[in-house]
C-alpha cells in the first residue's frame, strides 16, 4: 500500500516538472522563435516600408498578420498613424469590420497621435456596406482620438447617410453641426441636406433652405440649382423643374452636364422625347459636352422611340468623345438596328468597338449572334464568333447562342465542333445546351442520337427538364421508333431525380395510352425497384 502510494506521488512530480518545462521551453520559443509571416522579412524596418509592404500584399489576412507581427515581435518597431491608416483603409475597403473595430480599440488605447483621414475612410465605408449607423457611431467618437471633427467628416456621414436613405437622421446632424458637434457646414453640407429633403418629395423644404443659404454666410452653386431641378424631376413637376433651369441662366451660371441631363431624363420619363432633344440641342449650342450619363440616357430613349439610326449616331459621337459605352448600351443599340433588319450596320458597330479598344464582352457578342443566326446569317455568326474568341473566352450564354443557330439549319456536324471547343475550354454545357442538341438530331431525324446525348447529359449529372423528354419523346415517335421511349423513362427513373412536372408528362405521353402505356410503365417500375 506505501508502496503504491509513493509511486503516485513520483508520477506526480514528474508530471508537474514535465508541465513546468514545457510551459517554460514555449514562452521562451514566442520571446524569440516567432516565424514571420513572409519571407524574406526584412531586417530593418520602419513604418513607411510597412505601409508599402501592407499596400502591395495582395492577400487581406496575411497583410494583417504581416501588421501584427512587425509590431509584437520585430526588434525595436512600434505602429504610428501611418500604418493603422493603411491597415484598417485596407479592411475597410474589404467590409471587414471585427478587424476594423479591433484595431480602432488598439489605436485608441495606443494614444498615437491620429488624423481625420482614417474616420473618414471608415465613415465611408460603413455607408457604402449599408450600415449608417455605424457611420455615425464612428463619426460621434472621433474626439475620443484627441482629433477635432471638421466639415470634411460631417460631410462624408451625411454623405452615407443620404446613401442609406436615412434623411431623418441627415436633418438632425445638420441641425447639431454647430452646437453639438462644433462643425460649422459649407455650401457642400447645405447641397446634402437639399438632396435628402428632394429624396423624401419634400422639394418645399429645400427652397426654403436654398433660400436660408445667403443668411448662413453661403452662396448657392450649379449644384445646388441642380438638386432642386432633380427633386422636382422626382415628383413629376417638370414645370417646377424648368423654372429652376432658367432661375441658373438668369443669375448668369452656365449648367453643367448634369443638370441638362437630370432635365432630359425627366422629359422623357414623362412622354415628352421631342422637349429632350430640344434641351440636348440647347446643351450642345451653349458648348456644354455630353458626358456618359447623357448620352447613355439619350441612346436608350432612341432606342425606346425605335429611331435606331439616331441611336447608332449618337453612340459613334460617344465613341468619338472618347466615351466608354456599357455593354448594355451596346446591347439595346445592336437590338434596335436587328429588329429594323441592318444587321450589317451592327456588325460594322461590333468591329468599331474593336477599333476604339473597347472590346464587346460575352453580352454584346451573344446579342450580334443571336441577330445573325435568326436573320439566317449562320456562317457569319461563326466568323464573328473565331474573331471574339481570340480576345476572350466565351460564355455558356454565347455558346449556347451560337450552337442552337447552327442547329436550327440543320449543321449538326458544325454544332459538334462547337460542342468539343466548349467542353476544351472549361465551360461546361448546361440543360439548354443539351436540349438544343436534342431537338437538333430529333429535327434531322436522328432520334437515336438524342437518347446518346441524354445519357451523357445524366452522366454528367447535368438534372434534364420537361422540355429535353418532350423533344425526345415526340422526336421517337415521329421517327416511329416508339418502342425506344421506354428506355427514355428508364433512364429518366434511373437518375433518381424526376420532377412533378416530368412525371405530368410521363403520365400524358405514356400512361394516357391505355392499351400500352400501363404495360410499359410496370416493366420500367419493376426494373427500376428490383
Known amino acids: ?24 521551453s514555449l514562452c521562451t520559443k514566442s520571446s524569440y522563435s516567432v516565424t514571420p509571416p513572409i519571407k524574406p522579412w526584412p531586417q530593418r524596418l520602419y513604418p513607411k516600408r510597412l505601409v ?21 515581435f520585430h526588434p525595436g518597431f512600434s505602429h504610428n498613424y501611418d500604418t493603422y491608416h493603411a491597415i484598417i483603409r485596407r479592411l475597410s475597403h474589404a467590409r471587414t469590420f471585427p478587424a476594423v473595430e479591433s484595431l480602432l480599440s488598439d489605436l485608441h488605447k495606443s494614444r498615437l497621435k491620429c488624423g481625420e483621414d482614417l474616420f473618414i475612410t471608415v465613415i465611408r465605408s460603413y455607408g457604402l456596406a449599408g450600415r449608417p449607423k455605424w457611420s455615425l457611431k464612428t463619426f460621434l467618437r472621433i474626439q475620443d482620438f484627441g482629433v477635432q471633427r471638421s466639415v470634411r467628416s460631417l460631410n462624408c456621414l451625411l454623405n452615407a447617410l443620404v446613401q442609406n436613405k436615412r434623411c431623418d437622421l441627415v436633418r438632425w446632424v445638420f441641425e447639431n453641426s454647430k452646437n453639438k458637434f462644433a462643425v460649422v457646414p459649407n455650401v457642400f453640407t447645405c447641397n446634402i441636406l437639399i438632396k435628402a429633403l428632394c429624396q423624401k418629395n419634400d422639394v418645399e423644404s429645400a427652397l426654403k433652405v436654398l433660400d436660408e443659404m445667403p443668411t448662413m454666410g453661403m452662396v448657392p452653386n450649379v449644384v445646388t440649382y441642380t438638386t432642386i431641378i432633380g427633386g422636382y424631376v422626382l415628383r413629376g413637376d417638370m414645370v417646377g423643374a424648368k423654372r429652376v433651369f432658367v432661375d441658373i441662366l438668369d443669375r448668369g451660371w452656365l449648367p453643367d452636364a448634369t443638370t441638362y441631363t ?5 422629359y422623357i420619363k414623362r412622354g415628352r422625347f421631342a422637349d429632350a432633344i430640344k434641351v440636348m440641342d440647347e446643351m450642345e449650342e451653349n458648348g456644354v459636352h455630353p458626358n456618359e450619363v447623357t448620352y447613355g440616357v439619350m441612346i436608350e430613349a432612341y432606342c425606346k422611340e425605335n429611331k ?7 453612340l459613334e459621337d460617344m465613341l468619338d468623345g472618347k466615351h466608354l459605352p456599357s455593354s448594355a448600351l451596346c446591347c439595346k443599340v445592336i437590338d434596335v438596328l436587328c429588329q429594323h433588319g441592318k444587321v450589317e450596320d451592327a456588325c460594322e458597330l461590333w468591329k468599331r468597338l474593336l477599333k476604339n479598344n473597347c472590346t464587346p464582352d460575352n453580352a454584346v457578342s451573344s446579342t450580334l449572334i443571336y441577330w445573325l443566326c435568326k436573320k439566317g446569317k ?4 461563326r466568323k464573328l464568333f473565331d474573331q471574339f474568341e481570340r480576345g476572350l473566352i466565351p460564355s455558356i450564354l454565347t455558346y449556347n447562342t451560337l450552337i442552337a443557330g447552327i442547329c436550327e439549319e440543320g449543321e449538326l456536324c458544325e454544332a459538334g465542333k462547337l460542342w468539343d471547343d466548349m467542353v476544351e475550354k472549361g465551360c461546361a454545357p448546361n440543360a439548354f445546351t443539351y436540349n438544343v442538341l436534342i ?4 429535327d434531322i431525324g436522328k432520334a437515336q442520337e438524342g437518347i446518346r446525348i441524354l445519357e451523357e447529359m445524366l452522366l454528367k449529372r447535368c438534372l434534364p427538364n420537361k422540355s429535353t423528354y418532350a423533344m425526345l419523346i415526340d422526336g421517337l415517335h415521329h421517327c416511329g421508333m416508339e418502342g425506344e421511349v421506354s428506355k427514355v423513362l428508364s433512364l429518366a427513373m434511373s437518375s433518381r431525380d424526376i420532377d412533378y412536372d416530368c412525371w405530368d408528362l410521363f403520365f400524358a405521353k405514356l400512361v394516357g395510352n391505355l392499351d400500352t402505356g400501363v404495360t410499359v410503365l410496370d416493366k420500367i417500375l419493376f426494373e427500376n425497384v428490383n
Open 1 to 24: 500500500m506505501f508502496r503504491c502510494h509513493l509511486l503516485k506521488l513520483k508520477l506526480k512530480i514528474t508530471t508537474v516538472a514535465i508541465a513546468n518545462v514545457s510551459i517554460q
Open 378 to 381: 449562320i456562317w457569319e455568326a
Open 308 to 314: 435606331s439610326g439616331e441611336a447608332l449616331n449618337l
Open 439 to 442: 431537338k437538333g438530331f430529333c
Open 262 to 266: 437630370i432635365l432630359m431624363d425627366g
Open 52 to 72: 508599402s509592404m501592407l499596400t502591395r500584399q495582395q492577400n487581406l489576412d496575411l497583410a494583417l498578420q504581416i501588421f501584427h507581427y512587425a509590431g509584437d
